[in-house]
C-alpha cells in the first residue's frame, strides 16, 4: 500500500512565499513522475509543475519565474518552492506520482497515486 503525504499550505499575503513537500511512502518499488497539480473553486484541476526522475522539470506557464519544484530520489519526496504569490494562485493543491510496487517477485506494477490536498490560500 502506497501514501503520499502532503504539508506546507496555509495562508499567505501576496507577494508572500510557502514551501509545499509531499513524501511518497509504502511499499515501493520504485518512483518515476512526481508533480503537483492544483484546484481552484469552479474550475478543473490543472498540472503546475513535474518532474522526471533525472531532474527534468516542467511548468504551466502562469508559474515560471515563480515556482520551483525539486525531488529527493533517495527519500521519495518532491517539494514545491512558490514565491512571489498571486491570489489566483489560491487552490487546492495535489502531489502526484507515479509509483511503482512489486506485490510478487516478478510483479512489478505501476500506478498514478494522489495525495488527499493542501489548500493555498494567497489573500491580496
Known sequence: QVQLGESGGGLVQAGGSLRLSCAAAGNIFSVSAMGWYRQAPGKQRELVATITRDGNTNYVDSVKGRFTISRDNAKNTVTLQMNSLKPEDTAVYYCHAVIATMAQI???????????????????
Open 106 to 124: 516478478g510483479d512489478i506494477r505501476a500506478m498514478d497515486y494522489w495525495g488527499k490536498g493542501t489548500l493555498v490560500t494567497v489573500s491580496s
